[in-house]
């Protein structure tokens, strides 16, 4: 499968604590996504990554991949309780075939 | 402001009893996806059009069927419905495949009685 797997499955932090989730996947990308889903809702686009970037940065989010260890991490800095939702990994693996969806981290974040 | 808009966004429907869920888009874009997604769980890509040429996933039951009659609309058709089928639905569009960013849909929760 070329399923992304994100690490790890839920994270509960504080208000003002930074986040870090990780997603792995199997083959070769041309470009990484992660998205946001509030609970019962549809997914966000937050950021995307090429292939050929080593880190990315868009307001209070901070992306990394590292393409020889076929993962990325998503870093979300200064949470809030608004941060609350699943994130996921989605990676293009051809860019001409559709996204690929991880499972997800599940973020609590608790003011 | 242009976006993909799901109906309904609860369905209820009995076991056997065919369903139609709809998505339509005003950002003309060429793709359009539909997705499975059961609780806690990754969305799972049943089918996508790109223009009118549809293709399905080798995994999509023969139960799962979508038409796509014109640009802006495209349907998600149950023929007879599962228990197992029971998940949220979600649309998505693209300009193309590769292109980045898919807009979503809010999704629509089918329940199965």
């Known amino acids: 499968s070329q399923q992304g797997e994100e690490d790890p499955q839920a994270l509960s932090i504080q208000e003002g604590e930074n986040a870090t989730m990780n997603c792995s996947y199997k083959t070769s990308i041309n470009n990484l996504q992660w998205y946001r889903q509030n609970s019962g809702r549809g997914l966000v686009h937050l950021i995307l990554i090429r292939s050929n970037e080593r880190e990315k940065h868009s307001g209070r989010l901070r992306v990394t991949l590292d393409t020889s260890k076929k993962s990325s991490s998503l870093l979300i800095t200064a949470s809030r309780a608004a941060d609350t939702a699943s994130y996921f990994c989605a990676t293009d693996h051809s860019g001409n075939t559709p996204l690929v969806f991880g499972k997800g981290t599940r973020l609590s974040v608790i003011a | 402001d242009a976006m993909v808009i799901q109906n309904p966004r609860y369905q209820v429907t009995q076991f056997g009893k065919p369903v139609t869920l709809s998505c339509s888009q005003t950002l003309n874009h060429n793709v359009m996806y539909w997705y499975q997604q059961k609780s806690s769980q990754a969305p799972k890509l049943l089918f996508h059009?790109?223009?009118?040429?549809?293709?399905n996933e080798a995994d999509t039951p023969d139960n799962f069927q979508s038409r796509r009659p014109n640009t802006s609309f495209c349907f998600l058709d149950i023929r007879s419905p599962g228990l197992g089928d029971a998940a949220m639905y979600l649309c998505?569009?693209?300009?193309?495949?590769?292109?980045?960013?898919?807009?979503f849909g809010s999704g629509t929760r089918l329940t199965v009685v």
């Open positions: 998505a569009t693209s300009r193309g495949t590769g292109a980045p960013g898919y807009t």
């Open positions: 059009y790109y223009d009118k040429d549809f293709n």
